[in-house]
């Protein structure tokens, strides 16, 4: 998993399994994150954002899951594809404008 | 041109040059952002812009001066750098509606910086 702060750790993940990132936050008053994949050269893209007022929230091939009690995020992709080789990194929402992103995963996917 | 752009995509400057980025937004958006991206570190927010004024500024050194001219439009001015200036700067916007809105940010590809 990734905190903030902590080197950059790898997934390496078998094409066709699922894969599991995780994501500690800092505030437990936070109230909404954000998934986010950026490719080598790309800034970040969008995946899957949740409220604190969910535990899970699913989109297309990922799933995003919330624990408030032990301030815990995880992203689930299904079926990982070699397009999915990239950075994750999370980000909790501290303020009107301000986010804290995590240093990011890095995964690979293994033909 | 849709999305968030940016240029240039690279750059290469002396500590005694001044140069600025650019960045621009297709999405009707009206807050924007700098942030600097180092390696293995996290995203570092460097300003905030809503409705064309400042509104955060995280103890940036002055040689850091953003500009921004209009909402869709954000400009980082860039002099006497030193070489740990050397990054990815990326700049983002999203929509800004108020202090419990829920304003997801939209990134460009970023200006890589190198200051030699």
């Known amino acids: 998993g990734e905190s903030v702060g902590l080197h950059l750790p790898t997934l390496s993940v078998q094409e066709g399994d699922n894969s599991i990132i995780n994501c500690a936050y800092s505030?437990?008053?936070?109230?909404?994150f954000i998934w986010y994949k950026q490719e080598s050269g790309k800034g970040p893209q969008f995946i899957i954002d949740i409220r604190s007022n969910m535990d899970k929230r699913q989109g297309q091939r990922v799933t995003v899951l919330l624990n408030k009690t032990v301030k815990h995020l995880s992203l689930q992709i299904a079926a990982t594809q070699p397009g999915d080789s990239a950075v994750y990194f999370c980000?909790?929402?501290?303020?009107?404008?301000?986010?804290?992103f995590g240093t990011g995963t890095r995964l690979k996917v293994l033909a | 041109e849709t999305g968030v752009t940016q240029t240039p995509r690279h750059l290469v400057m002396g500590m005694t040059n001044k140069k600025s980025l650019k960045c621009e937004q297709h999405l009707g958006h009206n807050a924007m952002y700098w942030y600097k991206q180092s390696a293995k570190k996290p995203l570092e927010l460097m300003f905030v812009?809503?409705?064309?004024?400042?509104?955060e500024n995280n103890s940036v050194p002055s040689r850091f001066s953003p500009e921004c001219p209009n909402s869709s439009h954000l400009f980082l001015h860039l002099h006497t750098l030193q070489p740990e200036d050397s990054a990815l700067y990326l700049c983002?916007?999203?929509?800004?509606?108020?202090?419990?809105?829920?304003?997801?940010?939209?990134f460009g590809p970023g200006t890589r910086l190198t200051v030699l």
């Open positions: 505030n437990s008053a936070s109230d909404y």
């Open positions: 983002a916007s999203s929509q800004d509606w108020t202090e419990s809105s829920y304003n997801e940010q939209f």
């Open positions: 980000a909790e929402k501290a303020g009107t404008y301000k986010y804290i």
């Open positions: 812009y809503s409705l064309e004024e400042r509104v």
